[in-house]
């Protein structure tokens, strides 16, 4: 095997895999590195909730095989209310779907290496050439793609990622059957995905019910630790102490009982701006970025979106006149990002900082503003639009937005 690529493609998730695919869709010689064993994977990386819309599933062709169940509706619950909002969508087996996009990528063409940890780049003059990868080994490209997550071993040497401690959110699920998912006291969770807006559960984030068919379900919450989560959580407490409270409180889940062939499924994202996103022969995306949705978590669709407009800039470097991957052209990627990847990026993060430093109690009004307002407005205040996200507000916000900007100011 030649070590000399068009494109190299540093991990095989949904982002990667995705942009390994749309190259070899356009004939270049695509080389994906991922660092766990092909046996069983993704056994290590099988950590998205993985639900989705349809604008998903019909761009990028998404079959019925990697779906659990297609659900009707997103729930929003408070403490003591609910909002439904009818939104057909689809929660996907996430490990089926990733071995998916490696079956269509190599059919297209793509070559795979797996269990092939990427170590470092290789530069010449200042640039990266290549990757070392599995302790010695090389393998040479035009362009490389840093779609590992947030190791991001190559967009830290390089200095591209700005991935910052504090602004990392952690998350866990459990799969379980015997949920009671139209219990008398909540809403009708059949064929639905349920987000809930809950300090005691989840402090400084948002628990979730995504229901996979029968009475089975995917189960968990996230948080990221910040002032939000220590002005709302308890000392001492662990995210699995957040979610055995739930499980043990919730009559819901009373009869529930983990599906015992399942994994437990932890992970992590960076909520945050992105620095850099690439530089010369070289972009970074998905969870590298990142890229994931900061209001409701949703990162598939995004990273996705994220290694196709990749694919595009390299493509597009590849064939002008006289092929050029400077950081000049390759700045077309980061164009690309902001307007169709992540459009009000900025403003969808404050929107979430302030979500999640209101109280419970604020929660429940929430609720209520939710049913009583028109659903153009509360798509334009899901798009990030300020003017229709103040619209959501009350007088009795001003101490909340005091607390925001105290906090801004104070980051």
């Given at each position: 095997?030649?070590?000399?690529?068009?494109?190299?493609?540093a991990g095989a998730g949904p982002a990667g895999a995705q942009c390994a695919?749309?190259?070899?869709?356009?004939d270049y010689d695509v080389f994906v590195l991922e660092a766990e064993a092909e046996d069983g994977f993704p056994r290590q990386s099988n950590k998205s909730t993985a639900g989705t819309f349809p604008s998903m599933m019909a761009s990028?062709?998404?079959?019925?095989?990697?779906?659990?169940?297609?659900?009707?509706?997103v729930i929003l619950e408070s403490p003591n209310h609910h909002y439904v909002q009818h939104q057909p969508g689809a929660v996907?087996?996430?490990?089926a779907f990733k071995r998916w996009l490696v079956r269509e990528g190599r059919e297209e063409?793509?070559?795979?290496?797996?269990?092939?940890?990427v170590n470092a780049p290789i530069m010449e003059d200042d640039e990266i050439d290549g990757v070392?990868?599995?302790?010695?080994?090389?393998?040479?490209?035009?362009?490389?793609?840093d779609a590992t997550g947030p190791a991001a071993p190559l967009a830290k040497e390089l200095g591209v990622t700005d991935l910052q401690r504090e602004h990392q959110a952690i998350g866990i699920e459990w799969e379980l059957a015997g949920v009671d998912?139209?219990?008398p006291d909540y809403a009708d969770l059949t064929d639905a995905m349920m987000l809930r807006l809950d300090h005691e559960y989840a402090p400084g984030g948002y628990s979730w019910i995504f229901h996979t068919g029968g009475d089975t379900a995917k189960v968990g919450l996230c948080y990221i630790q910040n002032g939000s989560h220590e002005r709302y959580g308890r000392d001492g407490a662990s995210i699995d102490d957040y979610l055995h409270h739930w499980l043990e409180s919730d009559p819901r889940f009373a009869d529930a009982e983990r599906i015992s062939d399942k994994q437990q499924h932890r992970g992590s994202a960076h909520i945050q701006m992105p620095g850099r996103l690439c530089t010369d022969g070289f972009m970074a995306i998905g969870d590298t970025v990142p890229t994931i949705?900061?209001?409701?978590?949703?990162g598939i669709h995004k990273g996705m979106k994220s290694g196709r407009m990749a694919a595009i800039t390299a493509d597009r470097c590849f064939t002008e006149a006289d092929p050029d991957t400077s950081a000049e052209a390759m700045s077309v990627y980061s164009k690309l990002w902001h307007s169709e990847v992540a459009p009000r990026m900025q403003e969808r993060l404050l929107m979430t900082e302030l979500l999640y430093l209101a109280p419970n109690d604020r929660y429940d009004t929430l609720m209520a503003d939710l049913q009583d307002a028109d659903s153009d407005m509360l798509a334009k205040a899901n798009a990030g639009n300020v003017r229709a996200m103040l619209k959501l507000l009350h007088l009795g916000d001003i101490p909340l937005l005091g607390k925001f900007a105290k906090a801004r100011l104070s980051g």
């Open positions: 095997m030649s070590d000399r690529f068009d494109v190299i493609v695919r749309d190259l070899a869709q356009r990028f062709g998404v079959p019925d095989e990697v779906v659990m169940n297609y659900t009707d509706d996907l087996e996430f490990a063409g793509a070559t795979y290496r797996f269990d092939a940890r070392q990868y599995s302790g010695g080994e090389e393998a040479y490209a035009d362009i490389v793609v998912v139209d219990h949705d900061p209001l409701w978590g949703e």
